[in-house]
Each structure stands twice: as C-alpha cells, then as structure tokens.
Nanobody, 118 residues
Framework: QVQLVESGGDLVQPGGSLRLSCAAS????????MGWYRQAPGKQRELVAT???????MFAGSVKGRFTISRDNAKNTVYLQMNSLKPEDTAVYYC????????????WGQGTQVTVSS
C-alpha cells in the first residue's frame, strides 16, 4: 500500500518560512520523481516543484528563488523549504510521486494546509 504523508503546514506571517515534509512508503523511492503541488480555493491544482532521484530540480516561476526542494533517499522523504512566504502562497500543498518515465503523478498525499496571513 502506497502512502505519502505530508506534514509541516501551518499559519505563518508574510515573509516567514515553513518546511514541509513528505514521508513515502510502499514505493521504490529511488525510482520516483517526487513533487509538490498546491491548490488554492477556487483554483486548479498547480505544480510547485519536482526533484528527480538524482537531485535534479524544477520550480514554478512563482516560487523560484524562494522555495527549495530536497530529498533524503535513505529516509524516503522529500522536503519543501518555503521562504519569503506571500499571502498568495496560501493553499493546500500536496506531495506526489511519479515514475521516471511517467507523465503525471501516480500517487498523491492527503495534503497539508499552508496559510500566509498577518
């Protein structure tokens, strides 16, 4: 049974930082591209960042320079470090796993709420 379990969501003031974690089980972690997506109320889910097994990263333009993604293959965990948070970063953040040759995620976490507000 595949599980992706996110944690770390919280209420934070603009300009603040948060680190999200996603612990994976039931998959061969090293064979998967891990990613973070987000969905704000009334909007479509959007890609935030991805990281390949070898550490190659990709970021959405709206978060580039503020967010970093990393993975610990020994712990089957992927992280999203979010700095200089803005109110428009408010969303439910979802962890995803995609096989190397896949086009779309195969698995999703349940989501963790990030709220940026003063």
């Amino acid at each position: 049974q595949v599980q992706l379990v996110e944690s770390g969501g919280d209420l934070v003031q603009p300009g603040g930082s948060l680190r999200l974690s996603c612990a994976a089980s039931g998959i061969i972690f090293g064979n998967n591209v891990m990613g973070w997506y987000r969905q704000a109320p009334g909007k479509q889910r959007e890609l935030v960042a991805t990281i390949t097994p070898g550490g190659g990263t990709m970021f959405a333009g709206s978060v580039k320079g503020r967010f970093t993604i990393s993975r610990d293959n020994a712990k089957n965990t992927v992280y999203l470090q979010m700095n200089s948070l803005k109110p428009e970063d408010t969303a439910v953040y979802y962890c995803s796993a995609r096989r190397l040759l896949g086009a779309v995620p195969d698995y999703w976490g349940q989501g963790t709420q990030v709220t940026v507000s003063s």
